[in-house]
């Protein structure tokens, strides 16, 4: 007797791999693509589920209008895709070794042989075919073997086609979302209580990987796209700094950024530590983002545009007598390095963008001063009526006088 077990609810089905694969060639028909060329790993995961640490070395994933899709990889890596993606053997295809790390050939010269073997460029040739033009795994080298070795193609930006499909999560994507925002909560309280006056820097960020990769007892982590980033003291006037090996000091502020990460999906957060009690600056800085990131996270919900958020952190912002020129926060979904960003949606006051249930973003409020710093950031959901934190940490400055 057959049982049926039922599906997990974070699982992604075949169905919905089909319905996605189905949204990506709707798009391609209106920009009137006979063919697509995938190198960005987040798409290719999105797709297919490949996941390997292979993005170093050129792979692409071949998507026709119509027909299956191939995935052309490293030989030593095709095994990796039969185990981890949901293709079967006969659509993964290794190229041979000998075009690795090569001067005067390219791992594409050899993909596009074998395409023209098995009859596939003629088809892609009464149409366009789109490269992720913008990819930082689509090499100028990458693109030159291409134009060259198959002169049917008329090559067009596809302008992040596969992104823009991955916008709007399903169910099962919400659902690893809260379990990253899980993750992310161990790490950030790890963070949080590692630093102290005296505590090595690197030895911080070393607590933090080990909280991210560990994860919880439900849910364990994976690598971020991003290190944690800790600007410290009079560098936390400057974002995406790292860490050294000195000692955190008193009367230091440390901006930590962090995310939490289950099977490829981030949740970013940020928080500011305060090693002693704040100067009035900063003080009424943190004052400043919270009550700004609370306007916008009262401001979130289905049908208002991208720039009403980003109006409602200026108009906050401009009652201190402060301003921020950069975007407010993106999408975020898969993330491989070096990036969790989408790429897509900005929260800034030029984006149009119509907000929709189960989009999900980092906001960030990130103020970066002379000689001192604060950052607060949040990853939520957009609900059908308003906004879902994947976190719960307040929205202050976190002080720590002992």
């Keep these: 007797m057959t049982v049926d077990v039922p599906v997990p609810a974070m699982e992604i089905t075949a169905g919905e791999y089909a319905a996605r694969l189905d949204a990506v060639r709707h798009k391609m028909e209106k920009q009137a693509l006979a063919a697509l060329l995938i190198t960005d790993p987040a798409n290719l995961y999105y797709l297919t589920g490949y996941n390997a640490w292979s993005f170093y070395t050129p792979q692409v994933l071949f ?19 039969f185990r981890t993606s949901r293709l079967p053997v006969d659509q ?55 134009f060259n070795a198959i002169p049917e193609w008329n090559f067009v930006d596809c302008f992040e086609l596969v992104n823009w499909v991955r916008v709007i999560k399903s169910p099962a994507e919400i659902e690893l979302m809260r379990a990253a925002g899980k993750v992310c909560t161990a790490a950030m309280n790890t963070a949080i209580e590692h630093v102290r006056v005296g505590a090595r820097q690197c030895d911080v960020a070393a607590a933090i990987s080990a909280a991210q990769m560990a994860g919880t007892s439900e849910f364990g982590g994976d690598y971020p796209a991003i290190v944690p980033m800790m600007p410290t003291g009079v560098e936390a006037d400057t974002p995406h700094l790292t860490w050294n090996d ?73 009652k201190f007598g402060l301003e921020k020129p950069s975007r407010i926060g993106y999408s975020i979904g898969v993330g491989y390095p070096p990036d969790w960003g989408e790429r897509t949606i900005s929260l800034r006051t030029e984006d149009e963008t119509v907000l929709a249930e189960n989009m999900t973003f980092h906001l960030i409020g990130g103020m970066w001063m002379d000689n ?28 720590k006088e002992d």
């Design 246 to 318: 000195r000692p955190f000091n008193a009367g230091q502020g440390v901006v930590i950024e962090l995310a939490g990460v289950y099977r490829r999906y981030h949740t970013p957060l940020a928080r500011t530590v305060m090693l002693g009690k704040p100067s009035e600056q900063l003080t009424n800085v943190a004052d400043a983002v919270g009550e700004g990131m609370t306007a916008v996270l009262e401001t979130v919900r289905p049908g208002v545009e991208a720039r009403d958020l980003a109006k409602a952190w200026n108009w906050t912002l401009a």
């Design 92 to 146: 993964i295809i290794g190229y041979p070794e000998t075009y690795v790390h090569r001067p005067h050939v390219h791992p594409f010269d050899w993909v596009a042989y074998k395409l023209r073997k098995l009859g596939l460029i003629a088809a892609a040739a009464s149409g366009y075919v789109g490269l992720e033009m913008d990819s930082q795994f689509f090499s100028p080298k990458a693109y030159r073997a291409l």
């Design 372 to 399: 001192y710093g604060f950052e607060l950031s949040e990853s939520i959901r957009v609900t059908a009526s308003g906004v879902e934190q994947f976190t719960g940490f307040p929205l202050e400055l976190i002080i």
């Design 63 to 81: 998507v026709p209008a119509e027909g299956d899709l191939i995935f052309f990889a490293r030989e030593m890596d095709a095994n990796g895709a």
